[in-house]
Nanobody
Framework: QVQLVESGGGLVQPGGSLTLSCAAS????????MGWYRQSPGKERELVAT???????KYAESVKGRFTISRDNVKNTVYLQMNSLKPEDTAVYYC???????WGTGRDSWGQGTQVTVSS
């Protein structure tokens, strides 16, 4: 069974930094595109950043220049370095990945989410 497990969330002051990690585990042949999404109370889930297996990345306008997405294909792990955090970045952050298992067909997979709170 494939799982995506996030870590690294927490409470940080405005202007601070956090790094989120998400590791895919299980009988995995490969992981294609991976990304981070977030959802605030009363709002829809929104894309934060995505990265292809080859390393090409895209960002939401609201985080460009402040967040950096990266990945380790050997470890099937994706990271989100978040700098200059603002209160409006407060949300539950979800990891996403298109996972191709050793047996079976690929599927879009989600982590359980990790809370990021930016507050003084």
């Amino acid at each position: 069974q494939v799982q995506l497990v996030e870590s690294g969330g927490g409470l940080v002051q405005p202007g601070g930094s956090l790094t989120l990690s998400c590791a895919a585990s299980g009988s995995i042949a490969r992981v294609n595109d991976m990304g981070w999404y977030r959802q605030s109370p009363g709002k829809e889930r929104e894309l934060v950043a995505t990265i292809t297996r080859g390393g090409s990345s895209k960002y939401a306008e609201s985080v460009k220049g402040r967040f950096t997405i990266s990945r380790d294909n050997v470890k099937n792990t994706v990271y989100l370095q978040m700098n200059s955090l603002k209160p409006e970045d407060t949300a539950v952050y979800y990891c996403n990945g298109y996972v191709i298992p050793v047996w079976g067909t690929g599927r879009d997979s989600w982590g359980q989410g990790t809370q990021v709170t930016v507050s003084s």
